[in-house]
């Protein structure tokens, strides 16, 4: 080790893999994962939105975990953000595309994508 | 792309039972539901809480599962990790009465025993893995030694050590700035740092965990005592009966030697500065420091006088630094966050944290972090989850061999250095043996001192022979053949003992001895005068005595006697022949109409 940067770019390199341990995290995404969610295709999904939020370098602030079946099994694959002080978003019918959009456009943008988001039921 | 870690513990309690199986297991369960590239398995070092081990906590959400079983991890990953439902039965589940639960997930910070901890020395134990340098590097590992080297003068260093107030935490509790500052001031060719990590008190752990589970901080630490001090070279001196400690820090050793965080030109400032273990064959004395670095010179482990002190002449004849494991732990972060991060916790004169190995009769077996000042209740009836068996809490020994007890009555004892000292304890190294009221405590004076009989190095004579005869007159205190006089003999041997050893194992060998006399005189006077052991635990001075009224004449307690002394006929009231009897217990046990007592 000869220099200070060295030492930096090894600590930059591996916190995002670290941090998952801290939970910090302001928001947390929640994929749905009961029976209903997979066989609907939730894995590719929340695969999607692991990768997606350590590429747009959101891994400190966002921590993406699963839940299980919350009762909406014909809108599976479902996805909720949840933020501390704003309302729930409820994703639903997610695709792998879908997932980016919603990390490019509300984790990091910070305007929800209406379109994708639960009706009235 | 990892989405979720499983931190499994793999401290020594926890791989005793049995997390390397646990481990693999995960391995294959993951594998069978291809989550291999999706979850991680971190082996950690000891998250504290061993006496519900294995433990295994998941991240992102920081489940944390106790008492995990082998049969339990294929539920844990299909359930878990492949659908994200916590395992509820597995939760473990003690917790703190403002914590939030969301959906029948448990946080670790949550729980009674974390709730009040505040991890300083064991910030990285159970949180990385301790055999990768990078994850130590991601968690700010080694910036402060970049620090210290490129932005601070020795001096600078030192006098931030001295600022925080930071105390020796082997149990000496001398302010470790000052002592680096002597031998800086000492001029040599050479200089050594040596690091103490022979934790020898019975039911002390915390040296172990630091070097278990955050081998790096140690490395670092030592490199920066160098700089500060201008020594070249360190020891650790480990035992030898910590394997995974050992193993750990050689890898430690071995990876920053590889990035060049050991060795010469270290961050291109020329420092240089590199480290060597040896490994201690067991003897308590070793843990002297003295007697430590004569072991280290290649001889007997024995004490010599001081001074000279270390700081003069130390190793090989040279200056020499030397602080406890946990002493070290501290540095880095002293460094980084600066002297008033750690002299903002703590009491007036004892700054920052310090771990305690909690053993005894306690729920919550374990390792525990505490800020200085939390009172011992704290300890024992938060953090501890209390006495089992709803028993009564009687004392805690602090110090090990050479400390001494609390009694109940001082249970909201802030505890520090200097309020310990005031009541005959000592901080110690941080062993804390809590006892209820089936212990006795005479009986628990003469265990400790049949300890330091052994562990006498034999070269001074109030050590060697006094101990010797400290011990012969409690054995016959606890049998039953006291006389008053020898309670006025021993505390006269006790002193004499503490003021002519060369060395602290004998000039503290006494203290368990005057403590348990000082706080629990009347045990002592009850064991001499009416011949009665009021714990009930001194053999010769019991009696086990079958009551006739109550006895149904069973034959239970005459069939369980593994010595016959147990006699009477069918339906009729037993007897039992104390000549015969050997005082274990067993009818005591058997007797289902509470007509057995012993007293």
């Known amino acids: 080790m000869k220099s200070l940067a060295e030492l930096q770019a090894i600590r930059e390199k591996m916190q995002n893999k670290v941090v998952l341990r801290e939970g910090s995290g302001d928001i947390r995404v929640v994929v749905g994962m009961a029976t209903c969610g997979i066989a609907a295709g939730a894995r590719p999904v929340l695969n999607t939105v692991v990768e997606e939020v350590s590429k747009a370098g959101l891994s400190d602030k966002v921590t993406v975990t699963q839940t299980g079946c919350i009762g909406i099994c014909q809108f599976e694959p479902v996805v909720e953000i949840f933020e501390a002080g704003k309302s729930k978003v409820t994703y639903v019918k997610m695709t792998p595309e879908k997932a980016k959009e919603v990390v490019q456009r509300h984790l990091k943008g910070g305007a929800p994508i209406t379109d994708y988001v639960i009706k009235d039921i | 792309m990892i989405r979720a870690q499983v931190l499994i513990c793999g401290g020594t309690g926890c791989t005793s039972s049995g997390s390397p199986k646990l481990i693999a297991e995960f391995e294959q369960q993951i594998e069978k539901n291809g989550l291999q590239d999706e979850v991680k398995i971190v082996r950690t070092g000891c998250f504290g809480l061993c006496a519900f081990g294995p433990v295994v906590i998941v991240y992102p959400d920081g489940t944390f599962y106790s008492r995990v079983e082998l049969k339990d991890v294929k539920e844990i990953v299909e359930e878990h990790l492949l659908k994200g439902r916590v395992v509820e039965r597995l939760v473990y589940n003690d917790v703190a009465a403002d914590a939030v639960v969301e959906n029948g997930n448990v946080s670790l910070n949550d729980t009674v025993f974390y709730a009040k901890q505040k991890r300083v020395a064991l910030r990285n134990c159970g949180v990385i893995n301790p055999e990768s340098i990078d994850e130590y590097i991601a968690m700010d590992g080694y910036a402060a030694l970049g620090k210290a080297l490129t932005e601070m003068t020795p001096e600078e260093v030192i006098k931030t050590v001295m600022d925080s107030g930071l105390r020796g935490r082997g149990g000496g509790g001398f302010p470790t700035g000052l002592k680096w500052s002597f031998t800086a001031k000492n001029q040599a060719d050479q200089k050594y740092v040596v690091c103490n990590a022979d934790e020898g008190d019975p039911g002390a752990f915390m040296d172990r965990s630091v070097l278990e589970g955050d081998p790096h901080a140690i490395v670092e630490a030592m490199a920066i005592c160098g700089y500060a001090t201008g020594a070249s070279e360190g020891y650790v001196y480990v035992r030898a009966e910590y394997p995974i400690a050992v193993a750990r820090l050689q890898k430690a050793i071995d990876d920053a030697r590889a990035y060049g965080l050991l060795g010469d030109d270290i961050f291109g400032t020329g420092f240089k500065f590199d480290l060597f273990i040896r490994l201690g064959a067991g003897a308590f004395v070793c843990g002297e420091e003295t007697a430590l670095m004569t072991s280290i010179e290649g ?29 070290f732990a501290n540095i880095p972060q002293i460094i980084l966050k600066g002297a008033s991060f750690f002299n903002s916790m703590g009491t007036e004169r004892s700054k920052g944290t310090k771990v305690f190995a909690l053993g005894g009769k306690i729920n919550h077996t374990g390792l525990v972090e505490i800020p200085m000042g939390t009172t011992l209740r704290e300890i024992v009836e938060d953090i501890g989850g209390g006495i089992p068996n709803g028993k009564k809490f009687k004392a805690a020994q ?11 009555s001082l249970l909201d004892i802030e505890i520090d250095y200097d309020n310990l000292i005031a009541q005959g304890a000592m901080m110690g190294s941080g062993g804390l043996i809590v006892m209820d009221e089936d212990t006795c405590m005479v009986d628990i004076a003469k265990f400790f001192l049949e300890f330091t009989v052994d562990e006498s190095c034999g070269k001074c004579t109030p050590c060697r022979i006094g101990t010797k005869r400290l011990y012969e007159i409690l054995d016959k205190i606890t049998n039953g053949n006291g006389t008053l006089e020898d309670l006025d003999e021993m505390e006269a041997l006790c002193k004499y003992i503490k003021e002519n050893s060369l060395c602290g194992l004998g000039q503290t060998a006494p203290n368990p001895v005057l403590s348990t006399y000082r706080f629990f005189k009347d045990e002592y006077i009850a064991h001499v005068v009416e011949k009665r052991c009021p714990a009930g635990v001194c053999k010769k001075l019991l009696s086990i005595t079958i009551d ?25 009231p037993h007897v039992i022949d104390q000549s015969k009897c050997i005082k274990c217990g067993a009818c005591l046990e058997k007797c289902r109409f509470g007509a057995i007592s012993k007293r």
């Open chain 2, 398 to 408: 602090s110090g090990g061999p050479s400390g001494g007890c609390i009694p109940a």
């Open chain 2, 299 to 327: 001889n007997r482990g024995e004490p010599r006088p001081r001074p000279p002190y270390p700081a003069v002449k130390g190793l090989f004849g040279k200056p020499t630094t030397e602080n406890n494991v946990e002493t």
């Open chain 2, 548 to 572: 006739p009224e109550k006895c149904k004449g069973c034959t239970a307690c005459a069939r369980v006697c593994p010595v016959g002394a147990i006699s009477g006929s069918v339906k009729q």
